[in-house]
């Protein structure tokens, strides 16, 4: 994803849970993105993303940008609220 593209505050939801790679999740969960980093090498990109999944356990997850790049293209992620 590209800087800009997802940003803190921001609400993330599953589209496509039964996609997710890695198993299951809950198809019903709303995240909040808490940190983002940009990529060092590539001004543009996201490197890491921090987001609070409220029915996770733990609920902070960390994920790569291409990652979230592929997730979103992909359909499976979706921001439903941007916060600017």
Known sequence: MKVGELNVGDLLVWNDPAAYPGGEVDASDMGIVVE?????????????????????????????GSELDDWSRRGILEVVSEYR
Request: hydrophobic content about 40%.
């Open 36 to 64: 983002v980093e940009p990529c060092i090498s590539v001004k543009d990109r996201i490197a890491l993303a921090v987001i609070y999944w409220r029915e996770e356990d733990p609920p902070l997850h960390t994920c790569d």
